[in-house]
């Protein structure tokens, strides 16, 4: 792995635990793709920081257990804003 993407990979990690942050916030704090930071967390990240990899995974699992919760509010909110 190139040293540019394994500093990267760790960069996002930790971003993403310290912030409890969601993949689509990660990736638009470090200017990559959806994809990109998904890959990195899911295929990379458990190669280079196991542990890491373990805190990563778990908020990764809540913000998939949550996404519905999100995207009602989401939902809710813009039709509250067109109401007004």
Known sequence: MKD?????VLEIAEFLVAAEATVRQAANAF???KSTVHKDLTERLPIVNPQLAEQVRNILDINK??????GGEAT?????DISS
């Open 4 to 8: 540019h993407i394994y500093q990267r």
């Open 31 to 33: 200017g990559v793709s």
């Open 65 to 70: 257990a949550e996404r519905h919760i999100r």
């Open 76 to 80: 809710r909110k813009k039709y509250l």
